[in-house]
């Protein structure tokens, strides 16, 4: 297995990233339905104690992840509880903690609480990785695994989890963050938003500085195809398309029906080029399971669909300056797709049917 490039642009600490994510180390305390028992001794995490909770991690094949997140909160022990749980309008100084988004961050504390560590027992061990993998298209799934073989050594290296509210009721989320990660499972908790609220995908398949055609990067095919859309487009179309600078990647909060987007409307395709774009947002959508793909497709038809959006290209940052566009955007009143590729592959998601709501990231 390769070293894990040192990744500055990827550093909580570098000051053009998001400061809204430094790992949690404060304990914190949920009481859930009856009284928890008190903490055993510091540092000493038991292992469930009920036959069918040991027995957990084998319930994990035909069940959705929202009913193995109620699994694996019903085996959770106090400690492990104070430390992963919280309640759900939980809020420190950075604002509620539920929707944060980063491209580098562990939600809780990443130094003793990774998925893969003995803080978790083997059983809840594979209780997260089933609920993970489960939020993915299943003909993702390798490519999900080399990306996290190729960013952070592997699945369970460098990852950690929070569970908000109590799974079991209409009022739960479980989030998932690591490098170039934030995933969410919430079985529709967050109202009028899809994948429970922003995500974030990335990858540096061969090291911090890619090369043009990005080689092994999964998540560059993306790209390759809104590049093809691009040469679609005529003179004129381009121009409007192609702007000089990119926002910051972190920008991705929602503009509104009256909002100012950078490039061409989506309208004002022709039917091949529409026809062409739908099939991008259908790329775009690919890795994710069924359930979150139609949710995101909703919020988006709630606020116009494709029609209601703005794609544009940015000249900044061109990898090689050969023309393909690295750095891209599909943008509407509610659903924002940012595409950075330069250095490497970095994705911020934002998608709802209601652009009130706001996104807790700090540029």
Same mark, same amino acid.
């Given at each position: 297995?390769?070293?894990?490039?040192?990744?500055?642009?990827?550093?909580?600490?570098?000051?053009?990233?998001?400061? +809204?994510? !430094?790992?949690?180390? %404060?304990? !914190?305390?949920?009481?859930?339905?009856?009284?928890? +028992?008190?903490?055993?001794?510091?540092?000493?995490f038991a292992k469930p104690a009920r036959a069918d909770q040991q027995a957990a991690g084998k319930q994990a094949d035909g069940a959705q992840p929202e009913k193995l997140v109620e699994t694996l909160y019903q085996s959770l022990t106090p400690q492990q509880r104070e430390k992963i749980c919280f309640a759900w309008d939980y809020t420190d100084e950075r604002g509620l903690l539920r929707t944060r988004v980063q491209n580098n961050?562990?939600?809780?504390?990443?130094?003793?609480?990774?998925?893969?560590?003995? *803080?978790?027992?083997?059983?809840?061990?594979? =209780?997260?990785?089933a609920i993970f993998f489960k939020l993915y298209n299943p003909e993702w799934h390798d490519r999900i695994r080399k990306q996290l073989r190729d960013d952070a050594g592997g699945y369970g290296k460098r990852q950690t989890i929070a569970i908000f509210g109590q799974p079991g009721t209409d009022q739960f989320e479980f989030v998932m963050t690591g490098r170039h990660l934030t995933v969410r499972c919430d079985g529709d908790s967050a109202e009028n938003v899809a994948f429970g609220g922003p995500i974030f995908y990335g990858h540096a398949a061969q090291g911090f500085n890619e090369k043009p055609d990005h080689p092994g990067n999964v998540f560059?095919?993306? $790209?390759?195809?809104?590049?093809?859309?691009?040469?679609? =487009?005529?003179?004129?179309?381009?121009? %409007? +398309?192609?702007?000089?600078? +990119?926002?910051?990647?972190?920008?991705?909060? *929602?503009?509104?029906?009256?909002?100012?987007? *950078?490039?061409?409307?989506?309208?004002?395709?022709?039917?091949?080029?529409?026809?062409?774009?739908?099939?991008?947002l259908k790329t775009l959508l690919e890795p994710y399971r069924v359930s979150d793909r139609d949710e995101a497709a909703k919020c988006l038809d709630a606020q116009g669909g494709l029609d209601g959006c703005h794609l544009a290209f940015f000249q900044s940052d061109d990898i090689g300056?050969?023309?393909?566009?690295?750095?891209? %955007? =599909?943008?509407?009143?509610?659903?924002?797709? !940012?595409?950075?590729? $330069?250095? !490497?592959?970095?994705?911020?998601?934002?998608?709802?049917s209601d652009p009130s709501i706001k996104l807790n990231a700090e540029g």
């Open positions: 297995m390769r070293p894990i490039p040192h990744c500055p642009d990827c550093d909580v600490s570098h000051g053009s990233e998001l400061t +809204a994510g !430094h790992a949690m180390t %404060r304990r !914190h305390f949920v009481k859930v339905s009856g009284t928890v +028992a008190a903490a055993a001794s510091a540092g000493t961050w562990n939600i809780t504390d990443g130094k003793t609480l990774n998925v893969g560590g003995p *803080f978790f027992s083997n059983n809840q061990q594979e =209780l997260i990785e560059w095919p993306q $790209a390759a195809k809104a590049n093809k859309l691009y040469t679609m =487009l005529d003179g004129r179309q381009r121009e %409007r +398309a192609l702007v000089k600078e +990119a926002p910051h990647e972190s920008e991705v909060a *929602f503009e509104g029906e009256n909002g100012s987007f *950078f490039g061409i409307p989506v309208s004002e395709l022709s039917t091949d080029q529409k026809q062409f774009a739908q099939d991008v300056e050969d023309g393909v566009w690295d750095n891209w %955007r =599909l943008e509407g009143p509610s659903f924002v797709w !940012h595409f950075r590729g $330069a250095p !490497h592959v970095h994705v911020w998601v934002n998608v709802a």
